[in-house]
């Protein structure tokens, strides 16, 4: 069973999807097909023509999901990456379309190896602050994939750009309104992604102080708790405090046997 | 041989073993330790069992910077007590000098005699950087002569108070750990509950998930598996990481005892004693924090390559 039960559902907003394996990517990308058209909503899928082995339809035929009756009715659209397919203007146009069909809103996924065929990574970096400021615009919730190998401050910037949050195998982070979610594992396998999720969220975040929500996550380790710390390290350096509500009692135990409450600009909520 | 090594010096670290067969000695080598700590500007405790407390209190009389304490509430277990006293001194917003001084429990079978000679030992090296004075005493008309073996194998110097000297039958920790008297404890003879495999840091959730299924089949606490389950994690990455893959899990379920042990195909490694010193700001803390949250972490090498790591809890 995946370890995201019952956090899964949440695919709101300019989201980043970072896979560690391909079984990890087909995985999740058919569960994000399955609940957007369980949603009602328009679902747009943008690929490379003739690379057989990344076509979506092959993936949701291997993982179960009734693509053909979908796409028969007009509710999931595969389209082939081209020039076209990544300027603002055409996918708002596609947006508007979509809406006007009645759809209440548009679930958009690729794959970030799919705009690299065609443009270049710091032009699709481009594209991706566009299509970050779609979201916040339309109803609409982007679906972005990118490998997890990437060097670390690609990383950092990837995650700058997902206002969404991101998805990994183990993790999930989302915005709040005071801060973030994180929910799921953080461990040594994902030590890299918590960190530029964290850098990402509190470098764009404006006041002095940024809670962390841990509710929902159910394991930290010590490769966790570094990356917690270097995440935050320069939002810290320069005056803000993070707080960490809502531990659950094996990951309090965890942070206060490591210092973090100890840490200069850190505060662990009492449970 | 032994030779004799003068006053403890103060701002380092000792750990003394005075051997007494009647009350009067130990009053006098106790009294002889507290005056010295208190002349040095640091904080002294004395421990022992209640009624000892209340004859050395009576001897001692009351200062400022001397504490007395009970065994039963400064001695939790073997491996908490000795990290407690180390966060104390690592901790410590200010210089802190501590004197300790009384009975260390031990129980009352060979098993927890030698967990608390394995703690006795490890003493050495968990407080070995700190201005921390141990003295320890043991009665030898009333204890086995094992654990006298055991308690002169496990400090670096005998004193009677008066005078101090290196104790000739002395070993250091790393080697205390192979000697008869320590007692480190083998994985059970029974067939174990799971035996897994992992290649590389994305099998960790799916064996800790089997780990924990399987754990909370006996009647521990939830808090000691999950912390047991943070262990074995720390000692997996540990493996994959430093060591090398495959890295090899077998867990043992008892009714009130978990026992693991994780194996991995790497060179070894080169300090068996790897996490029980305090961790530098930006060292690997893993093993240290994993040796917190089990009872038992031993490291050892394999004959033929790799490193082993046993840890029990229960």
């Known amino acids: 069973m995946d370890s995201f039960d019952g956090l899964a559902g949440n695919w709101d907003g300019h989201v980043v999807l970072i896979h560690h394996s391909e079984w990890q990517r087909r995985r999740d990308v058919a569960a994000w097909v399955r609940s957007g058209l369980d949603l009602g909503a328009k679902v747009i899928y943008t690929e490379r023509a003739h690379v057989a082995d990344r076509s979506l339809r092959s993936l949701l035929t291997d993982e179960q999901v009734d693509a053909f009756g979908a796409i028969s009715r ?198 | 041989m032994t030779s004799d090594v003068g006053h403890i010096r103060s701002g380092s670290y000792s750990h003394d073993l005075l051997l007494h067969d009647h009350d009067g000695d130990m009053v006098e080598g106790i009294r002889a330790f507290v005056e010295q700590g208190l002349a040095s500007g640091g904080h002294v405790i004395v421990h022992s069992t209640e009624s000892r407390v209340a004859m050395l209190r009576q001897a001692l009389g009351s200062h400022p910077r001397l504490e007395y304490g009970l065994d039963s509430d400064l001695y939790l277990s073997p491996s908490s007590t000795l990290f407690a006293y180390q966060r104390k001194m690592a901790e410590s917003a200010e210089p802190l000098e501590l004197w300790a001084t009384g009975t260390v429990p031990l129980g009352d079978d060979d098993e927890s005699h030698a967990a608390w000679a394995r703690y006795e030992s490890l003493v050495n090296e968990v407080l070995g950087a700190y201005a921390f004075h141990g003295l320890c005493t043991y009665d030898t008309s009333a204890l086995p002569a094992r654990v006298i073996a055991a308690a002169k194998a496990t400090h670096p110097c005998v004193s009677t108070g008066a005078h101090r000297a290196t104790s000739p039958d002395y070993q250091h920790p790393a080697d205390f750990l192979g000697n008869p008297l320590a007692r480190v404890p083998e994985p059970p003879q029974a067939p174990p509950a799971v035996t897994l495999v992992l290649q590389d840091l994305h099998d960790l959730r799916g064996v800790r998930h089997r780990v924990a299924e399987t754990a909370c089949s006996g009647a521990l606490p939830r808090s000691a598996v999950e912390d047991f389950v943070t262990a074995t994690n720390e000692a997996l990455v540990n493996g994959l990481v430093h060591g090398r893959a495959p890295v090899d899990l077998t867990l043992w379920v008892e009714p009130s005892k978990l026992t693991c042990r994780i194996t991995d195909a790497g060179d070894g490694i080169p300090n068996t004693l790897s996490g029980y010193r305090y961790p530098n700001a930006s060292g690997p803390r893993g093993l240290w924090a994993a040796r917190q949250l089990c009872d038992d972490l031993f490291v050892s090498n394999l004959p033929d390559g790799g490193c082993s790591v046993l840890l029990a809890t229960g």
């Open chain 1, 74 to 271: 007009g509710q999931l659209r595969v389209l082939a990456a081209s020039d076209e397919t990544y300027t603002a203007a055409w996918q708002v146009s596609m947006v508007e379309d979509a809406l006007a069909e009645g759809y209440p809103e548009v679930w958009w996924s690729g794959e970030a190896e799919t705009a690299w065929s065609i443009m270049t990574p710091a032009a699709h970096a481009d594209v991706e602050w566009e299509t970050d400021r779609l979201c916040e615009s339309r109803p609409v919730s982007i679906l972005c994939q990118y490998p997890a190998k990437l060097p670390p401050a690609t990383l950092d910037a990837v995650c700058a750009m997902h206002g969404g949050g991101v998805r990994e195998s183990l993790l999930r982070t989302s915005p709040c309104a005071e801060g973030m979610v994180l929910a799921g594992e953080a461990d040594a396998s994902n030590e890299q992604v918590t960190r530029s999720a964290l850098r990402a969220a509190t470098s764009a975040f404006v006041r002095d102080r940024f809670v962390l929500d841990l509710r929902a996550l159910r394991f930290l380790d010590v490769a966790g708790v570094r990356s917690l710390l270097a995440g935050t390290a320069a939002y810290r350096s320069s005056g803000g405090v993070v707080c960490l509500r809502n531990a659950r009692s094996s990951v309090d135990r965890v942070l206060r046997l490591l210092g973090v409450d100890r840490a200069v600009g850190v505060t662990v909520e009492e449970r």
